[in-house]
């Protein structure tokens, strides 16, 4: 038999050493890398030792097979995420930031799919029973036939759920999971990944939905190695900032439906009340003309949705001006500031750049660079453009504006909350311009010239 081999991984990223070291070569974190022993020594690197296995059945790609069955939970922007509802037999995980309202969803999610009709049963490794119950008398959810148990043992967990046989398992959360034929403390790499593959293991075999809470790391990703993001099937992403009430329940992967779908949420008093129209709650508090205001048409999935981006410019008494960005890829302003400094000759050089994506929003999607750069250019000109406007349109190195996808449906979104006219590159394919006056722009240079007189 092989002699077990001491392994040192890290907790950060999951990355494995030979040996131990104060700092993770594959991340960078200090102190990060523990000695783990290994979860098993496993079969000689000479083959299987003559043991045989079952032989797969083969199907060919023509094979018609249903659709998987769906459970609606009643909550549109919970069921729009899953993808229509949530698939018998599917792990998901969710991640979010300490104090975001990770708990609050699935225990609401818990209650409306048992008001379904769904058998559920909730069980809580960070928060003791009378916890949750205060929560839930809060919520108004002390009615709903959810089921509820405080436990770290995850042998004992499975044998209850086998026991009980639920539709739906919510596991609060994975990191506190506790494997006892694993050799380490909850929490660390070896614990989650084996914890999380005991559990999608009994999702698939037993035909039960299990949805586990993840912590996330100081990066924002998902704490543990990231093969528990590559064994579950759907991976929802819970965002917001503390000082606002909207809340962004977003998909990053979907094995059943589409990636990058969002469902928006405000937190309440009474917990998170959905939001069917997030243009209008991202745009309740604008004012109708304010330099360096400009609203940015987007899509999110398959939703539009309008937000506004603010940006103020100021004379910096720093050798080395501020560049401060909330809800937008700190990299990709640089490459803004940069291109208009190149392409247009407009300078911010000792000038402080603050940006920011009102309401909590986090933008992702390149079609925002033209409204970033109008929201620069509108606050640096001390000019603001019409209220009634909105902007999109990819930005190039080169400054030439590239078309972006799906241009119909953010002017239809725009037309909707009352807009009249868009701002956009040409070569976007618009069939139907929904009434709009529409301003195709080929480069950044026409676009800072008509729209700013500068340039």
């Known amino acids: 038999m092989a002699k077990p081999v001491t392994i040192f991984t890290c907790s950060a990223c999951g990355a494995s050493h030979k040996k131990w070291s104060g700092r993770c070569d594959a991340c960078g974190e200090w102190n990060s890398i523990q000695e783990e022993a290994p979860l098993s020594t496993g079969p000689s690197s000479k083959g299987l030792g003559g043991m045989k296995g079952k032989r797969m059945a ?15 939970a009643g909550v549109a922007e919970l069921d729009r995420v899953l993808g ?34 769904l058998k559920v049963i909730y069980v809580s490794g960070e928060e003791a029973t009378a916890q949750v119950r205060m929560r839930a008398h809060r919520l108004g959810l002390t009615d709903s036939p959810v089921k509820l148990a405080a436990e770290t043992n995850l042998r004992n967990i499975l ?45 698939k075999s037993k035909g039960v ?9 100081k990066e924002g990703q ?49 917990g998170l009340a959905e939001v069917p129209n997030p243009s ?35 004379p910096s008494s720093l050798s080395q001006p501020r560049r401060a960005v909330v809800g937008w890829d700190g990299a990709r302003l640089s490459m803004i500031l940069a291109v208009l400094e190149a392409r247009v000759g407009i300078s911010f050089q000792g000038l402080d750049v603050y940006l920011n ?50 241009a119909e449906n953010r002017l239809k979104e725009a037309a909707k909350l009352g807009f009249s006219s868009a701002i956009a590159p040409e070569g976007c394919k618009i069939a ?9 722009m080929p480069d950044l240079t026409q676009f800072t010239g008509d729209i700013f007189g500068a340039g």
Not at 229 to 252: A, K, N, P
């Open 58 to 72: 083969l199907t060919d790609l023509g094979t018609e097979e249903e659709p998987p069955a769906r459970d609606s």
């Open 84 to 117: 229509g509802g949530l698939v018998a037999a599917s792990a998901t995980l969710v991640g979010g930031d300490p104090g975001i309202g990770k708990s609050t969803l699935l225990l609401q999610a818990a209650a409306a799919f048992a008001r379904s009709g």
């Open 159 to 203: 044998t209850t759920l086998e026991a009980e046989k639920p539709d739906l398992a919510i596991i609060d959360s994975i990191q506190t999971m506790w494997l006892d034929t694993v050799d380490s403390a909850p929490g660390s790499v070896s614990q989650v990944r084996a914890s999380a593959h005991e559990l999608v293991s009994f999702a």
């Open 209 to 217: 939905s299990v949805m586990l809470v993840g912590h996330v790391t």
């Open 222 to 270: 998902i704490a543990g190695p990231r093969v528990v993001e590559h064994m579950v099937d759907t991976v929802l992403y819970f965002e917001g900032e503390r000082g606002h009430q909207f809340r962004i329940l977003r998909s990053v992967k979907n094995r059943f439906g589409p990636a990058d779908e969002i469902g928006v949420f405000e937190m309440t008093g009474r």
């Open 280 to 314: 209008a709650l991202f745009l309740s508090d604008r004012k109708e003309r304010a330099p360096g205001s400009v609203v940015f048409a987007g899509i999110e999935g398959t939703r539009p949705v309008l937000v506004e981006v603010q940006a103020l410019v100021a």
């Open 357 to 406: 994506i009102a309401g909590g929003m986090r933008i992702k999607e390149p079609a925002a660079d033209l409204a970033i750069a109008a929201a620069l250019l509108s606050a640096r000109e001390d000019a603001a453009l019409p209220a009634e406007c909105v902007v999109f349109g990819e930005l190039s190195l080169s400054g030439a504006l590239r078309p972006v996808a799906q």
């Open 432 to 440: 139907d311009g929904a009434g709009m006056d529409l301003k195709l």
